[in-house]
C-alpha cells in the first residue's frame, strides 16, 4: 500500500473528480460567503469583459468590409469602426481591472479566513492526533494546500469562467454570422476534447504523485533541522544529505515525467488547433472566392476561432489545476472534520481545584499502540498539598501518568478524580489552567522575556511578571542583560542557559498559580551555583500546591512527603524515603535504585 509521509492515503486522496470530490470543492467555497457581495461584482465584471471582448472580432471584421466599400448599416467610415474598436478595448480594460482585483480581495480575505480555520482546528485537536501526524505534513496544509485554493481563487475559476464563456458563445455568434464554415470547423472538436481528457486524467496523476513526493522530501528536512543537534551529534550530515537528495531525485523524475507528458498535451493541442486553422482558412478561402461570405466575416471568423482554441487548450489546463485544488480542499477538509478534543475554544465557567488526585485502578494502552499496556491498574491518592515524587525506570510510565492527569490521552479502564469528580467532568481548558508544568526541557518562544513569561498568564500586568520572576530567582539574572525584560529569547534571541530557562518556566508556573503542580526534573545536572538557586526556587514554587516530581535525584527526593516507585506500569512501592528504605531490609526495588544511583 502506498503510504504518504508514514500517513496511509486516504480514500479522499485516491478519488478522481465526481459528485462528492466537487462537493467538497464547494465545502471550501463556504469561506467565499461572507464576501459574496464583492464576489458577485467580479463575477458581472468577468461576464462583462468576456462579452465585451467577442465583439471585437465583429468590429474587426467590419473594419476590413467598411474599408472594402460593402454598405453598412451601422458605419460609415473605418475612422468610426476603430473608435468602435477603442471603445471595446476602454470598457474591457475597466472590467478587467475590477474583476482582478475583486477576486484577489475575495480570494486574500477568504483564504486568510480558511488559514486562521484550519490552525484553529489544528491547535484544538487532542494531543493523540499529533502522535500520528508529522508537523512539516501539517505546516504544508496551512502553506501550500491553501495556497494553490488561494490560485483556483484568485486566478483559475475566474480564467475557467471566461474560458467557458468565450467558448460558448464565441461558438454560437459564428453560428449565427458563418454557419457553413462553423459547421465545417466543428469536425474538429471531438478529436480535441478526447484528447484533453486522456491526458488531463493522466496528468493529474502524475501531479499528485509529485506533490506527494516532494511532502516526502519535506519530511526529511523538517525532521533533520527539527533535531539538528543529534545529527550534529551523531556527525551524520552527510548522511541527510544523502537521504534528501534520494528524496529530491524522486520529485525530479516524477516532475520531468509530469513535465513531458504536460509538454506534449499543450504542443498536440496546439498542433491539431492550427492544423484545424489551415484546413478551415482554406474552405473560407474558397467561400470567399465564390462571393458566399465577404472578407471582413472570414476575417471576423478566424479571430473568433483563435479566441475559441485558446479557451480550449487553457481549459485543459484549468482542468488539471481544478484537480489540484480538489486534492488540496479534500486534504483541508479532512482536518476540519477531524473530532475537538472536548468543547475546544467555549468559554469556560472559572474552575478553582484544591489538588486532591485519585487514580481508580486505572489501566491505558497508546491509541498508536494498543496491544501494549503501558499502566496497569494504578491504583493512588494524592492529598491537596502533598509532595509525591514518580521514580522508576525510564519508560516505567512515569510520564503517562502525567499526560493522563493532564487530559492528554483518555482513560478507558479506571478513573482519574480531581476533588472527588472525575476529570472527563471539567471543562478542559478551566481543568488545565488548575494544573502547572515545568518541563525537563523549557521551550522559550521567539519573543521578549516579559512575554515569555506571561505565556503563563496573557494579560499579566508587568509588576506581576517582575514579582514572579523575582520568586522564581530570575530578577537577577533578568536585569543583568542591557533590555531587561524586553531582551529578545528564542531562536532568534539570546540563549539562555539551562538553569536560566528553568527560571523562566517557573516563573511562568507562578503567574499561573496552579493547584497542582508537575515537575519534570531536568536529567542534565546544572552547576552548583545555579542548582541552588533553582531548587529554592521550585520549593517557594511548591508550598501549598499539589506537586508531583518525576525526579531524577536524590536531593528532592528526600524532600517529598511521599516516593511512588513506578515499575513496568504498576505501583511497585510506595511511602517515605525512610519507609521504602527499610523494605526488603534495604533490598527493595527504591534501595537498589539508589544504590545503583550512588555507584
Ligand atoms: P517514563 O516517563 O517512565 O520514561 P513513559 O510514560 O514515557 O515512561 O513511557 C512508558 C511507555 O509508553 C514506554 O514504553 C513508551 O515507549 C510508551 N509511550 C510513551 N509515549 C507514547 C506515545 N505517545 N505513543 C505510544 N507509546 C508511548
Request: glycine share 8%; net charge positive; charged share 20%.
Amino acid at each position: 500500500k502506498r503510504e504518504r509521509g508514514g500517513v496511509p492515503l486516504s480514500a479522499e486522496e485516491k478519488r478522481p473528480i465526481n459528485k462528492k470530490s466537487i462537493r467538497q470543492l464547494a465545502g471550501v467555497f463556504k469561506y467565499v460567503l461572507p464576501y459574496k457581495g464583492v464576489f458577485m461584482v467580479g463575477l458581472l465584471c468577468l461576464a462583462l469583459s468576456s462579452g465585451t471582448m467577442l465583439a471585437f472580432p465583429y468590429m474587426a471584421g467590419q473594419l476590413l468590409d467598411v474599408a472594402s466599400g460593402k454598405s453598412n448599416p451601422y458605419f460609415s467610415s473605418i475612422n468610426e469602426v476603430a473608435l468602435a474598436l477603442i471603445g471595446i478595448l476602454f470598457f474591457q480594460g475597466i472590467f478587467s481591472f475590477t474583476r482582478v482585483y475583486t477576486f484577489s480581495l475575495v480570494s486574500e480575505k477568504s483564504l486568510a479566513d480558511l488559514r486562521k480555520s484550519v490552525y484553529q482546528k489544528i491547535i484544538w485537536l487532542p494531543t493523540t492526533f499529533f502522535d500520528s501526524r508529522r508537523v512539516g505534513e501539517l505546516m504544508s496544509r496551512i502553506t501550500s494546500d491553501v495556497g494553490t485554493l488561494a490560485e483556483m481563487l484568485s486566478f483559475t475559476l475566474a480564467e475557467m469562467m471566461r474560458q467557458v464563456l468565450t467558448l460558448v458563445l464565441g461558438t454560437l455568434v459564428i453560428f449565427y454570422l458563418t454557419p457553413k464554415l462553423t459547421g465545417f470547423m466543428l469536425l474538429t472538436f471531438p478529436f480535441l476534447v478526447i484528447l484533453a481528457l486522456f491526458f488531463g486524467k493522466y496528468i493529474r496523476g502524475l501531479s499528485k504523485k509529485t506533490q506527494d513526493k516532494l511532502a516526502d522530501a519535506n519530511v526529511v528536512v523538517e525532521e533533520s533541522l527539527q533535531s539538528i543537534s543529534v545529527v550534529k551529534s551523531f556527525t551524520n550530515e552527510a548522511f541527510e544529505i544523502n537521504r534528501y537528495t534520494r528524496a529530491l531525485n524522486e520529485v525530479v523524475s516524477v516532475a520531468i515525467r509530469t513535465a513531458r507528458f504536460r509538454g506534449l498535451f499543450i504542443s498536440f493541442v496546439i498542433f491539431a488547433l492550427f492544423g484545424g486553422i489551415v484546413a478551415v482558412g482554406w474552405y473560407g478561402a474558397s467561400l470567399v472566392q465564390n462571393n458566399a461570405i465577404s472578407v471582413g466575416e472570414l476575417f471576423s471568423f478566424v479571430l473568433y476561432t483563435s479566441f475559441i482554441g485558446a479557451s480550449i487548450a487553457g481549459l485543459g489546463d484549468i482542468y488539471t489545476q481544478l484537480q489540484r485544488c480538489i486534492g488540496a480542499s479534500e486534504r483541508l477538509l479532512e482536518i476540519l472534520d477531524e473530532k475537538d478534543e472536548a468543547e475546544a475554544g467555549l468559554p469556560a465557567q472559572p474552575l478553582k481545584l484544591h489538588g486532591e488526585i485519585e487514580f481508580e485502578n486505572v489501566s491505558f494502552s497508546y491509541p498508536t499502540r494498543q496491544d501494549f499496556r503501558v499502566l496497569k491498574n494504578l491504583d493512588f491518592k494524592i492529598e491537596p498539598g502533598e509532595k509525591i515524587a514518580l521514580i522508576g525506570q525510564s519508560g516505567s510510565g512515569k510520564s503517562t501518568i502525567i499526560n493522563l492527569l493532564m487530559r492528554f490521552y483518555g482513560v478507558k479502564e479506571g478513573s482519574i478524580k480531581v476533588d472527588g469528580n472525575d476529570i472527563d467532568q471539567f471543562h478542559l481548558t478551566a481543568y488545565r489552567k488548575n494544573i502547572g508544568i515545568v518541563p525537563q526541557e523549557v521551550i522559550l518562544f521567539g519573543g521578549t522575556i516579559q512575554e515569555n513569561i506571561a505565556y503563563g498568564k496573557p494579560g499579566a500586568t508587568f509588576d506581576e511578571i517582575r514579582e514572579a520572576a523575582r520568586k522564581a530567582n530570575a530578577l537577577e539574572f533578568v536585569e543583568s542583560f542591557p533590555e531587561k525584560f524586553e531582551t529578545v529569547v528564542g531562536e532568534r534571541g539570546v540563549k539562555l542557559s539551562g538553569g536560566q530557562r528553568q527560571r523562566i518556566a517557573i516563573a511562568r508556573a507562578i503567574l499561573k498559580d496552579p493547584a497542582i503542580l508537575i515537575l519534570d526534573e531536568a536529567t542534565s545536572s546544572l552547576d552548583a551555583h545555579a542548582e541552588v538557586l533553582v531548587q529554592e526556587a521550585l520549593e517557594k514554587l511548591m508550598e501549598g500546591r499539589t506537586s508531583i516530581i518525576i525526579a531524577h535525584r536524590l536531593s528532592t527526593i528526600k524532600k517529598v512527603d511521599r516516593i511512588f516507585v513506578i515499575k513496568e506500569g504498576t505501583l511497585a512501592e510506595v511511602g517515605s524515603h525512610a519507609e521504602l528504605t527499610r523494605i526488603n531490609n534495604g533490598n527493595g526495588i527504591y534501595s537498589n535504585l539508589l544504590k545503583l544511583q550512588l555507584q
